[in-house]
């Protein structure tokens, strides 16, 4: 599956961005997606990811209650709501996706990958 991360952008602290994942396959509700980010100097982290049939959704400590993860499989889309930025959410953003990962917040479980898009949330 092909995927296509977008809606990145410059916002100020305390705005707001959502982010889509578009993927190619119409087999999409049979993977598990992820979203990560990737600071400058920083390693790749996991942000949120879920289910297959969005029944299951998992955050990271640092974006609960600020971002919300959701698909529309109807549309072969993911969605990043990303709520109350702050400046150390600035990263690139990938989205992943696996058939059956094995921890929801191993990158290395994802076998798909679509290309970063920039967030840049100034203070």
Do not use: H
């Not at 602290?13 to 990560?36: D, E, K, M, P, Q």
């Not at 989205?95 to 917040?105: F, G, L, M, S, V």
């Amino acid at each position: 599956v092909q995927l296509q991360a977008s809606g990145g952008g410059l916002v100020q602290a305390g705005g707001s961005l959502r982010l889509s994942c578009a993927a190619s396959r119409r087999t999409f509700t049979s993977y598990f997606v992820g979203w990560f980010r990737q600071a400058p100097g920083r390693e790749r982290e996991v942000v949120a990811a879920i289910s297959w049939n969005g029944g299951g959704t998992y955050y990271a400590e640092p974006v609960k209650g600020r971002f919300t993860i959701s698909r529309d499989n109807s549309k072969n889309t993911a969605y990043l709501q990303m709520n109350n930025l702050k400046p150390e959410d600035t990263a690139v953003y990938y989205c992943a996706a696996t058939i059956n990962p094995q921890d929801w917040d191993n990158s290395k479980g994802y076998d798909y990958w679509g290309r970063g898009t920039q967030v840049t949330v100034s203070s």
